[in-house]
């Protein structure tokens, strides 16, 4: 991988440059910039040569031509924000998120590895790890040690060495999050091994909690869990700091729980700030057109949290609970040179931002985008396979209910299924997971995706496959046909026509777009889907946890139709016999 730390000839010249003998790249002077160690403002000039802060104090260094120096005399500079908890493939890719991010003054990801693990043998997917470090924003990892489904050969992909190899990386830095907890608890020991050999490197261990009562807690605790970001009420803030947890706050696209936390925080005078994180958790492309962290820091000054700690709880607080401090989170001498500089305390969207060094934002103005990455490396979605009349049986006893637009539970099939069109004038429709490389299926109904929805076809799933939904079976075929066409993305079909489509052509789940037009294919096939009787949160979401078994009560999965709660099959996947 790529090395983070400088080598010897740079901080020879380093040492140079505070002695006088040779100048910096980069003064900011007269600056006012917050320490997280003092927990105040400061008043100085910063010294930066290169990705690093050679200097921040009173003294001014050795000016000569080479030296670019700029007064920031009424301005405010923060570290660059850092997001603890990253899903960096919600139709966007890595780079182009963050991109994105960095102009909002968010320059650091903790990320998620779990698709590109999926997809690519470990050394494929380190080359792509290896690329995004060479960027002039910082990318950490995590590495999961479960699916967050019911596979076909999991324990084939999930061994300890390939598990091991991600937690060798320096550049990985936590293990987790623990969606397949349950089967820890249960005595799984293999998950037990990898947690014990996270924490020997000093990893941290993540957390996915949702509404766990205090003795589980307490037990996770003892295996080995350092933090949770499932927390939704101010009373389980507090559950989770008392068996001293590291906690982060969410504001996601289907948990927008951040305002009310907050607000409860401060009205409970809890002094308990420099505790705290927050994330966006891996939100859709729209619910950032106000932000990443920046948003997050808002909503944290709105609610009345006092401003240093708005800010460090995005910088120092999560540098300093993934021991980071040595490169992040700070602004002195020998970290990164990851800056915002604010027009205002109270606007955390930066004028300015340097990253690495690297001026990407300057006057309020974009200067620099991230280079591209070379995703080749990831196969493309390749769906060399016919479907038949036969693909389309709909025979099943109980199809799945979507409670919202996450949670599904069984319920009994009422209606004749051997018909070309169901009627749009109930809320159930035809469902079917098909293998990526056409090898099995699993078909059932699903009641409460849309009462209008003809043809409806997604490569965007949480293991690649392809999801079909509709009314009509011929406009879902047509829709995986179209899907096949683009080698992945999302595509609804009406009457044969195609209403709306947004491609994904990065290994069938990620968009190669940026942000902005993202946003708007995104908006336009929510527009549509809420046209046609999608009426919960977050479609896209839906897309992605219909075969999650971190989540309650049935699911699809490559196995067939799952019981989470009793952990069985109900219904096998039926093999194809082609592919």
Known sequence: MVNPLWRNTEIRKQLKIVSKELSPDLVLTNATYLHGIFKKWMNGNIWIDGDRIVYAGQDMPKIDDSTEVV??????????YIEPHVHPYQLYNPQQFADYAAQGGTTGFISDNLPLFLALENEKAFTLLDRMAELPFTFYWWTRFDSQTE???EDQKFTSKAVGEWLERPDVILGGELTGWPKLLAGDDQMLYWIQKAKISLKKIEGHFPGASEKTLARMKLLGADGDHEAMTVDEVEMRLLHGYGVTLRH??????LPQLLSGIVERELNVFDKLMMTTDGSTPVFHKDGVMDLCIQIALDAGVPPIDAYMMASYNVARYYNLTSLHGLIATGRYANLNI?????????????????????????VRSLDDVDWSVLPELDLDFELTDDDFQFSMPFGVEMVNDVITKPYSVSVDTNVERLSKEHGESFLMLIDRNGKWRVNTLIKGFATEVDGFASSYTNTGDIVLIGKSRQDMWQAFERVKRLKGGIVLIEDGEIVCELPLPIGGIMSDLPMEPLMEQETALKSALKERGYEHGDAVYTLLFLMATHLPYVRITQKGIYDVMNKTILFPAFMRGQG
């Open 151 to 153: 596979l076909v050969g």
């Open 342 to 366: 604010l027009d205002s305390i109270e606007n955390p969207v930066p004028s300015g931002v340097i990253s690495k060094g690297v001026w990407l934002k300057r006057d309020g103005q974009k």
């Open 252 to 257: 996601s696209s289907i948990r927008p729980d």
């Open 71 to 80: 007064d920031v005399s009424g301005k405010w500079i923060v570290p660059g």
